[in-house]
């Protein structure tokens, strides 16, 4: 592979409020640093993706973002979310993780019902009032846009449902906790075009009421639903910009290369 300088980057200063910031993030997994210094800002109510090659660590980064790495890897540096360092050992993870949600690659509903797939992390978190749950119920389905669709049978098993369907209830559960950031790990790799175009589709509109990171392979997705995007090389942030500029006018020869497909 070509060698790049991996200390030429630009990182944007985001005009928007900040849903979340990182301090010279440093993960390592034993001996191999797998992200070096990363100090960026996840802007609220905007879709920011993150791009770069296999094994660059977009989803080392992701998962750092809600502490999802605690027991793999050391991650030292800050994750400020409203003025608090969430990557404090001393921060409560679980709740961590209702203002932080994740969605994975692969849908991982549990093997109960449509309906219990939504209620039971509410249940666990102490929400047992019926009326309220069956509010978040209905309003966490119609926000994955996944209601019309399973109105009428909530009782059915999640996993008869199609794959991409089966995204969307993962979107509805992480959404029924009301968190205010959503995590989404390559949503939509292991999904048909339809129902990756609906997940996209979702995603536009979550992002009126929440902040969303993405890791994607596609970086026509990216281009398509992003709002910012960040490109890491080698476990380097080496462009932060809006999507716009990543793609049409990137300011680091290493991330030209890579929109342009002239990359290794
Ligand atoms: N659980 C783990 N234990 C040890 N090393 C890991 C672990 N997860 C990731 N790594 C290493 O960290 C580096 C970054 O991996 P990561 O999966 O974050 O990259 P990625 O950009 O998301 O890759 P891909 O696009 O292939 O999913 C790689 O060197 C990888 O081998």
Known sequence: MK??????????????????????????YGDNHAIFDANLDFPRYKITALIGASGCGKSTFLRCLNRMND?????????????????????????????IGMVFQRPNPFA?????????????????????????????????ALWDEVKDDLNKSALALSGGQQ??????RSIAMHPDILLL????????????????????????????????????????????????HLGHVIEYNSTANVFTNPKI???????????G
Not at 3 to 16: A, G, R, V
Not at 71 to 91: F, L, T
Not at 114 to 137: C, H, P, S, V, Y
Not at 186 to 209: F, G, V
Request: include cysteine.
């Open 3 to 28: 060698e790049y300088n991996l200390n030429d980057s630009y990182i944007t200063n985001i005009p928007e409020r900040k849903a979340l910031t990182t301090k010279d993030l440093q993960v390592y």
């Open 112 to 144: 109960k019902s449509i309906q219990e797939n939504i209620t039971f992390a509410l249940k666990n978190a102490g929400i047992k009032d019926k009326t309220e749950l069956e509010k978040r119920l209905e309003q966490s389905l119609k926000g994955a």
């Open 185 to 232: 790990d390559e949503p939509a790799s292991a999904l048909d075009p339809i129902s990756t175009s609906k997940i996209e589709e979702t995603l536009q509109e979550l992002k009126k009421d929440y902040s969303i990171i993405i890791v994607t392979h596609n970086l026509q997705q990216a281009s398509r639903i992003s709002d910012y995007t960040a490109f890491l």
């Open 167 to 172: 995204q969307r209830l993962c979107i509805a």
């Open 71 to 99: 027991k793999v890897a050391k991650v030292d540096g800050e994750i400020m979310y409203r003025n608090v360092n969430i990557n404090d050992p001393k921060i409560n993870v679980y709740e961590v993780r209702q203002h």
């Open 253 to 263: 020869q290493t991330t030209e290369d890579y929109v342009s497909g002239n990359f």
